[in-house]
């Protein structure tokens, strides 16, 4: 079974930092490519940076130069470090892992920025 599991949310003032983690199992971790996605209130849920099994990074164009996300292979987790948060960045953050026709999500953590 797999599971995906969030952590590292919460409240944060603007111009604060968080480090969301995201523990895997049940999956051969190391082939799949990771993802942090996100969703505000009334918004759809957008790609906010996404790592290859390869190491390849990409970000949405309202998070670069401030998010770095990262993976530990041999602890099967992937991180979204979040500098210079601002309240639109607000919303809750889900993992995503998928490697060809398998995809799977976390619960999703909760990320509040406000003063």
């Known amino acids: 079974q797999v599971q995906l599991v969030e952590s590292g949310g919460g409240l944060v003032q603007p111009g604060g930092s968080l480090r969301l983690s995201c523990a895997a199992s049940?999956?051969?971790?190391?082939?799949?490519?990771m993802a942090w996605y996100r969703q505000a209130p009334g918004k759809q849920r957008e790609l906010v940076a996404r790592?290859?099994?390869?190491?390849?990074?990409n970000y949405a164009d309202s998070v670069k130069g401030r998010f770095t996300i990262s993976r530990d292979n041999a602890k099967a987790t992937v991180y979204l470090q979040m500098n210079s948060l601002k309240p639109e960045d607000t919303a809750v953050y889900y993992c995503?892992?998928?490697?060809?026709?398998?995809?799977?999500w976390g619960i999703g953590i909760l990320v509040t920025v406000s003063e």
């Open positions: 995503n892992a998928y490697y060809i026709v398998m995809d799977y």
């Open positions: 049940g999956l051969t971790f190391g082939s799949y490519a």
């Open positions: 790592i290859t099994s390869g190491g390849n990074r």
